[in-house]
């Protein structure tokens, strides 16, 4: 797996563009400078991501979604090299009052 996101994807299984792999290694997106949490789908070349309005539901039950158009970012959260090994142990950080 590369570590360039695909020009379009999308979090709804019911879309040709919704893949799983990379949607596990967790894709954050940039729209216009701004990093935004709420995108269902975006497409790089086209330059436009679909949004979540609210709550607010359609007639079949699926979110209301807006298409606002501008420079599209995707990223990958994390890199290959770490989701080929696992999650790496964290380690807390030090107690400074624990010392004294």
């Keep these: 797996m590369t570590d360039t996101p695909p020009d379009r994807l999308s979090t709804n299984p019911k879309s040709p563009y919704f893949l799983t792999e990379h949607l596990q290694r967790g894709v954050g997106i940039v729209f216009n400078g701004v990093e935004k949490t ?7 070349s086209e330059g ?7 709550r607010t539901l359609d007639r079949k039950g699926n ?23 696992g999650p790496e142990a964290e380690t807390a950080p030090a107690d400074p009052a624990a010392d004294s």
């Excluded at 436009?48 to 609210?54: H, N, Q, R, S």
């Design 38 to 44: 709420n995108v269902d789908e975006y497409c790089v």
């Design 63 to 85: 979110p209301m979604t807006i298409t606002l158009k501008g420079t599209v970012i995707p990223y990958f959260r994390d890199t290959a090299a770490q989701t080929d090994q």
């Design 48 to 54: 436009w991501v679909k949004m979540a309005v609210g």
